[in-house]
């Protein structure tokens, strides 16, 4: 029989964590959870769950893909007419959150939300498959249309527009960089008693302390 939703459970035992066991950075602790997931070849590792606010206060979320991290903070590309654009504008805070649940880990980071430069947002633009670069022309992203034949139809007229030579990044696209004052790695263990261990930025200094599960 299929079991009830509130029936389905996982009890977690892999692994722990301790506040004397992770780096004082927490950049630097990302960087070593971020290398044990590439490693355990989780399929889009760096899927993660990106939430802003509306200008009203409600919250909105999906998923981007992370495209680079270092410590000025996680860059991800998308339209900046989006509707996640748009919010950013309005409210330039959000959160992301990785679950990578075959380490039965999750990470959360908030921070402030700002526009990487337009060299960087070339540089990766150019980077991408031909038909992608097209893509990011052809959708008037989180735009209503009356049809999936208003993108194909833009897709193809730009496909012969640009068949020849390279193609232009559109202004209305690029990258974005979240800059951390906050991270929480979380870490799932048995009974649902699980390790988290919260990061707050204060002063420009990194506090450690453990959140109760």
Known sequence: MVPSIADIRIDYRLRSLNENEVHADPVVQFKHWWDEAVRSEITEVNAMTLATVTPEGRPSARIVLLKGFDENGFVFFTNYQSRKGKELEENPHGAIVFFWKELERQVRIEGGIEKVSE?????????????????AWASPQSDVIASRSVIENNYSALEQKFSTGEIPRPGHWGGYVLRPSMFEFWQGRSSRLHDRILYSLENGNWNISRLAP
């Open 119 to 135: 060299q960087e947002s070339d540089e990766y633009y150019h980077s991408r498959p031909t038909g992608s670069q097209i893509g």
